[in-house]
T-cell receptor
Framework: QQQVKQSPQSLIVQKGGIPIINCAYE??????FPWYQQFPGKGPALLIA?????SEKKEGRFTISFNKSAKQFSLHIMDSQPGDSATYFC????????????FGQGTTLQVKP | DGGITQSPKYLFRKEGQNVTLSCEQN?????MYWYRQDPGQGLRLIYY???????QKGDIAEGYSVSREKKESFPLTVTSAQKNPTAFYLC???????????FGNGTRLTVT
């Protein structure tokens, strides 16, 4: 019940395309859903995060869509660029708890020029 | 410049040796975490500490040990009991509940 399942494992799009990465969770107590971006040899960095009281959040070209009833959330990258090529992780946690994040398996995105 | 420093970036050890990975933060965060990253498996929690002199096991604590004697420091020891120690190790810290995790740039450990 603590798992977060992420798909696809890898994704290749052309520049300007809209890659979509999906995550699903089981634990309905989760109330914080961040997405992290990781470049090779670096630690993950927070990209965008959402709470379950909203269905969508946008920050620049990045959008999270959240479906509480389906227990799913997804990341959309608008007008993708080669510089967006990285590994993306979704995660979930309970804010009032220890703050420990449960991560998805990761998606490696390649944006071709 | 506030952040998390992990050292060294690369570490090589022979099987059977214990090795300690360093993690230092100057963000004044109470909570600190150690994650292990393997290809295709995401990040898995090894240990975490919410306050000095206290820490708890994560999901994969076997073969690892930690200490939290200072707020700024949370070293991880990979013992010879860890069956598959070769991995990328990430340290993170967090401010108040609800604030995001900040990660260091990791230590890649190779055991042969």
């Amino acid at each position: 019940q603590q798992q977060v399942k992420q798909s696809p494992q890898s994704l290749i799009v052309q520049k300007g395309g809209i890659p979509i990465i999906n995550c699903a969770y089981e634990n309905t107590a989760f109330d914080y859903f961040p997405w992290y971006q990781q470049f090779p040899g670096k630690g993950p960095a927070l990209l965008i995060a959402i709470r379950p009281d909203v269905s969508e959040k946008k920050e620049g070209r990045f959008t999270i869509s959240f479906n509480k009833s389906a227990k799913q959330f997804s990341l959309h990258i608008m007008d993708s660029q080669p510089g967006d090529s990285a590994t993306y992780f979704c995660a979930a946690s309970i804010v009032s708890n220890t703050g420990k994040l449960i991560f998805g398996q990761g998606t490696t995105l390649q944006v071709k020029p | 410049d506030g952040g998390i420093t992990q050292s060294p970036k690369y570490l090589f050890r022979k099987e059977g040796q214990n090795v300690t990975l360093s993690c230092e933060q100057n963000l004044n965060h109470d909570a600190m975490y150690w994650y292990r990253q393997d290809p295709g498996q995401g990040l898995r929690l090894i240990y975490y500490s919410q306050i000095v002199n206290d820490f708890q096991k994560g999901d994969i604590a076997e073969g690892y040990s930690v200490s939290r004697e200072k707020k700024e420091s949370f070293p991880l020891t990979v013992t010879s009991a860890q069956k598959n120690p070769t991995a990328f190790y990430l340290c993170a810290s967090r401010g108040p509940p609800g604030s995001p995790l900040h990660f260091g740039n990791g230590t890649r450990l190779t055991v042969t």
